[in-house]
Structure formats: structure tokens, C-alpha cells
């Protein structure tokens, strides 16, 4: 295969990806938080507990910004810090009950949207699918 044609077609998919996400998670967020804000929570939620540094990189954000808004998270009672016994300079955040429960009700809401979108594909298109998210993660986003 044609590894230009392929990255052509990557670029597709990863912008694809990105409106199908924007869809989903449209108008999600609550009023008590910024998209920001709910963007590092919903980060948090998948990868938790991750460090400060992390939630920079993925947003690609300055280190003073995120200080700034997981301050902010953490006012709110929706994160909580958790030093490591190890190495007492490194912290890791995690999502507070409130913040779990604000993700979990914001995850149902995307979850009956993505199976709207599911509604008319077949058992063996979904099988497929499923088989290509796999290949996916396992190929090249976590390789």
C-alpha cells in the first residue's frame, strides 16, 4: 500500500474523528464549568489519576494555564490531588464524587448519542467496527 495514500487517509479519519467527538459533546458541558474545564475532566476520567504535566501535553496548554484551571477544578470540589509517597514533589489528580458523578452524567448523555448513531448499522458492520477500533489502539495509538 501506498503509505502516503494511507496518511492521506488518516488525516481523513483523525478529522472525522474529531467532528464526530465535537457532535457527541456538544452542549454537554454544565453551566458551573468552562469547556476547558470540562474537557481536562473529561481527561481525567479516562486516564486518572494522571499528573499535572499530562493534562498540559494533551491540551497543549502552558503549565500556568492548567495550574490556573485545575485550581479552579479543584474549588469546585471535582478533583482532588494526591501526592506521591514516593517522590512528595509529584502529584496526580483524580476525579473528586462530584466530579465522577458530573463525568458519569455527561458520559450517559454521549453514550445514548453514539448509540444513535449506531441505530442502523448491522451486527456484522458493528463486529467490524468493533474489530477496527482494536486494530486501531493497538497499532497506532498505543503501539
Known amino acids: 500500500m501506498d503509505k502516503k495514500a494511507l496518511f492521506n487517509k488518516f488525516v481523513s479519519f483523525t478529522a472525522s474523528v474529531h467532528h464526530v467527538t465535537h457532535d457527541l459533546t456538544q452542549n454537554i458541558k454544565t ?77 450517559a448523555t454521549i453514550e445514548l448519542r453514539f448509540q444513535q448513531l449506531l441505530q442502523n448499522i448491522s451486527k456484522e458492520d458493528l463486529a467490524e467496527i468493533d474489530q477496527a477500533i482494536d486494530v486501531l489502539q493497538r497499532k497506532v495509538f498505543n503501539p
Open 31 to 107: 453551566d458551573d464549568i468552562t469547556s476547558v474545564q470540562y474537557k481536562i475532566l473529561e481527561n481525567i476520567k479516562v486516564s486518572q489519576p494522571v499528573t499535572p504535566t499530562e493534562i498540559s501535553e494533551c491540551m497543549h496548554m502552558s503549565m500556568p494555564n492548567t495550574s490556573r484551571e485545575l485550581k479552579k477544578l479543584y474549588e469546585k470540589n471535582l478533583i482532588e490531588k494526591i501526592t506521591d509517597q514516593e517522590d512528595r514533589r509529584k502529584q496526580y489528580i483524580r476525579l473528586a464524587k462530584d466530579g465522577e458523578i458530573m463525568m458519569d452524567e455527561a458520559f
